[in-house]
């Protein structure tokens, strides 16, 4: 576990010296806080070089050896027999071999580069708590899944990169960015549906109908899970579909209790919370989409899958909570109160739910540091 704790702690004092020597500035005419980028991107850096080097993470080996099948040469990567579904993510992978390194770890690199720096960058121009931002990337597990889940995750941090495209109104360019993205993995389609549900108003009739809906399936799944089960064997995810009616483990309630704190926190404070940020409206209702996820994943796991999306949301609507919801003194204390249960969270999820410790090998014990 010990260099997950110096990830942690690293990245958290580094954000937190960049937040303290940050400053204002008019940025298309609107005053926003910007936090010292030397110290952010010391942190971000950090995150990358951790994600980068890994090994024997997740699907690490399984994404190395598919790194290694894929051709080298962009006219192989045409004529490639095997590859049929998220053709885009191979070909930048098929690029990455010919122009930048065929070693498969350099890909994993190179993965995390464009995931966590797009991610980060995200985080940083749209909170002025960034030390808070990246304390609750990593201990609600969000990190380490970037690990795991490489090509959804990438898909992922393109399309959060992108979300104020939602709140301009600018489907010219969002559209056709979601398109590539499910190029990527198949699954990004959705967000063509969800341009036109997430910037309606937070608490209002949308968002109370997206939790009717995911509370009706999550009441009635032994009838609409075989439904969904037939509906998925046509996508990406029919691999899963007798996962999906039959029975099995599922996600624990932890972490439906866990995505489900700002969320709940936001319908509390929801007079307070509203017009104090633009994005309020996108981030309440991704947040809400994300309790609905993980609340399916607790009759089947796969549906976990979808919080790679959305989780990134709910950090920015805790933070807007933590912010806005409570006056100077009692800001103070959610906030360390929020470092100490997501770190115990943090812990109970790595050593005890997943027992990552030892079985995590950096490439820099290779050198004797002996993390």
Not at 151 to 167: D, E, K, V
Not at 303 to 327: E, G, P, T, V
């Amino acid at each position: 576990m010990t260099v997950w704790w110096i990830t942690l702690f690293s990245t958290y004092f580094l954000c937190l010296f960049a937040r303290m020597s940050g400053k204002y500035k008019y940025v298309k005419g609107e005053r926003v806080f910007r936090a010292n980028a030397l110290f952010a991107g010391m942190a971000c850096a950090v995150l990358i070089f951790v994600s980068g080097f890994r090994q024997g993470i997740g699907d690490t080996g399984t994404y190395r050896d598919l790194f290694e099948k894929v051709p080298a040469s962009f006219f192989g990567f045409l004529t490639h027999p095997t590859i049929k579904t998220d053709s885009g993510f191979y070909a930048i992978v098929a690029f990455i071999k010919q122009c930048i390194s065929s070693d498969s770890q350099k890909v994993l690199l190179c993965m995390a580069i464009v995931t966590i720096g797009l991610i980060f960058i995200t985080y940083y121009k749209n909170t002025d708590m960034i030390e808070m931002a990246v304390f609750l990337f990593i201990t609600s597990g969000c990190y380490l899944v970037t690990m795991n889940g490489v090509r959804q995750y990438l898909a992922s941090a393109i399309l959060f990169f992108c979300f104020p495209m939602i709140y301009k109104r600018q489907w010219k360019f969002y559209l056709p960015i979601v398109l590539l993205c499910s190029t990527i993995h198949q699954s990004a389609l959705i967000f063509l549906l969800l341009y036109f549900v997430v910037d309606q108003p937070a608490w209002g009739n949308t968002t109370k109908g997206i939790l009717f809906v995911g509370i009706f399936l999550f009441v009635t799944y032994p009838v609409t899970g075989p439904l969904l089960a037939r509906a998925l064997g046509e996508t990406q995810y029919g691999n899963y579909k007798e996962v999906l009616i039959s029975a099995g483990a599922g996600a624990n309630m932890v972490r439906v209790f866990v995505m489900a704190v700002p969320v709940v926190l936001s319908y509390l404070g929801k007079d307070f919370l509203r017009g104090k940020e633009k994005y309020y409206n996108i981030m309440v209702n991704f947040s809400v989409i994300n309790v609905i996820a993980i609340l399916l994943a607790t009759r089947y796991w796969i549906y976990a899958r979808f919080n790679m999306y959305f989780s990134l949301y709910m950090i920015l609507l805790l933070i807007w909570c933590i912010k806005y919801l409570f006056d100077e003194r009692n800001e103070k204390i959610i906030y360390l109160m929020c470092m100490g249960f997501y770190a115990l969270y943090y812990y109970y999820e790595m050593h005890i739910s997943l027992g990552y410790g030892a079985g995590y090998h950096h490439f820099i014990k290779a050198i004797g540091i002996g993390l």
